[in-house]
């Protein structure tokens, strides 16, 4: 049987079929906590003139993320779905790999809450982005 943080990152990667089609991939999960990343492409682009990564790309990849950390806390067959997501975009993303870090601020019965920062994987320490995101909890029935 599969670590449940194992069956998650499957699921997120696999599963659905959007963070699928953008390459995101689960390199790092724990309890409260999930990394991802995703692969540059000339696709990926929202401002040609800069170039910028597209502020639709990060922000999914926030709320992604952010989710992902939310259901590290609860049983793996709870649904998970947004209620609200807010992001700051700081500065441009260059064209290159990002990543996105998401820890769970709260835990309820009904909801949970992560922040995320989103930065390019070779400068981890300029942030591009960050966002808090709040997702309903729907457990399975016991």
Request: aromatic share 6%.
């Amino acid at each position: 049987m599969a670590e449940p943080h194992e069956t998650i990152k499957k699921l997120m990667e696999e599963f659905v079929p959007f963070n699928a089609f953008l390459g995101i991939r689960v390199t790092e999960i724990r309890k409260g906590f999930v990394r991802m990343e995703v692969g540059f492409r000339e696709e990926l682009i929202g401002d040609p003139r800069r170039p910028a990564l597209h502020g639709g790309l990060l922000s999914t990849v926030a709320d992604t993320c952010g989710g992902g950390a939310v259901w590290t806390m609860v049983d793996e067959n709870t649904r998970i779905s947004t209620v609200d997501l807010r992001m700051d975009f700081l500065r441009p993303g260059p064209p290159e790999d990002v990543a996105c870090e998401a820890s769970v601020v709260r835990i309820g019965n009904m909801v949970g809450v992560s922040d995320m920062r989103l930065f390019a994987v070779s400068n981890p320490e300029r942030t591009i982005a960050t966002g808090k995101g709040v997702y309903n909890l729907k457990h399975p029935s016991k």
